[in-house]
């Protein structure tokens, strides 16, 4: 396990640098400035902000100071949309607003997915699987962005009978300022888990062990439950991974819909403003929880299907 980890360490670490240089390679590619807007200052102004922050050296050059100052944990400082406050201070102010929207529509998620894929792959054929598939294909069909503006309409509208929850996003409000963003951005995950639920355990109940305990007279419940369950939750956990990352530092379209002060919806702000130092912060961190999320995976393989040997890449 021990080599298995250092070697995932190194990989990670390799994958950081990629992205790093990537992003601030095509983010200096664009053309424009940071110091451009509608009232453009004058040309002596933004050639004094760009010597102060290194603008004016050349794009190798700001890469590797970049990279020096990250591998320090500096990630810069904002330079407009909160000038010179610090990368990492705005992310942890930030981050904790996405994580817990997103915890919570990963959570229904999966508290309702899975079961739903469960019951879809037991009834296969029947109506209760039709109309299960149709829900979960019209879910997944559905742009996030539709399904926040629908909710937002709908049940925070003008229509005063159906109006039970804020319009805009306030944590002083309760619970019910987190239900519609939860729900929008948790209903994609809970039909791709639900459709990914279905198939992996249709795969599951064909194999000779869930017919071995058929012939011993196991009820259904145990031989879905206890037997199918472990390895039909594989797939599942694979698809996951990325995905809880993704939620958990925010859903973009469903925190601009609902106005919440999250990384997703700063994150959006930061490239339309050219907040150069915001994008790349903001981009290194979104990385670096992906591929935690990935190996946390790769430990539950493990832990699901004990068979899985990690140092052998999973096999």
Not at 61 to 90: C, F, H, T, W
Not at 175 to 192: K, W
Not at 232 to 244: D, F, H, K, M
């Amino acid at each position: 396990m021990a080599k298995y980890t250092i070697k995932r360490l190194g990989m990670a670490f390799i994958t950081l640098l990629f992205v790093a240089c990537l992003t601030f390679l095509l983010m200096n590619s664009i053309p424009g400035s940071p110091w451009l807007s509608d009232k453009n200052p004058p040309q002596a102004t933004i050639d004094a902000l760009n010597e102060k922050y290194g603008l004016d050296k050349p794009v190798a050059v700001q890469l590797g100071k970049y990279l020096k100052n990250l591998a320090q944990g500096d990630m810069g400082v904002s330079l407009k949309m909160q000038k010179n406050r610090p990368v990492i201070e705005i992310i942890k102010d930030m981050f904790p607003v996405s994580a817990k929207i997103g915890f919570f529509a990963i959570l229904w998620a999966i508290v309702v997915g899975v079961p739903l894929g469960c019951i879809a792959a037991y009834n296969r054929g029947k109506w209760v699987d039709s109309f299960l598939r149709i829900i979960c294909t019209i879910g997944i069909s559905m742009p996030s962005f539709v399904v926040a503006s629908l909710l937002l309409t709908t049940f925070a509208g003008t229509n005063e009978a159906l109006r039970l929850f804020p319009t805009i996003f306030d944590a002083k409000l309760g619970v019910n300022t987190y239900i519609l963003p939860c729900f929008a951005l948790g209903l994609y995950p809970m039909c791709y888990t639900a459709r990914q639920a279905r198939s992996s355990m249709l795969d599951a109940l064909g194999q000779d062990y869930i017919k071995t305990a058929r012939a011993k007279g196991l009820k259904n419940p145990s031989i879905i439950f206890k037997h199918a369950l472990r390895n039909a939750l594989i797939p599942v956990i694979t698809y996951l991974g990325p995905q809880v990352a993704f939620t958990f530092c925010g859903g973009f379209v469903v925190e601009k819909v609902f106005s919440v002060p999250g990384l997703g919806r700063y994150f959006i702000q930061s490239i339309s403003n050219r907040d150069y130092p915001v994008i790349m912060g903001t981009t290194v961190f979104l990385a670096a929880f992906i591929i935690l999320m990935n190996f946390l995976v790769d430990v539950l393989y493990k832990v699901v299907d004990p068979r899985i040997n990690l140092a052998e890449g999973g096999k």
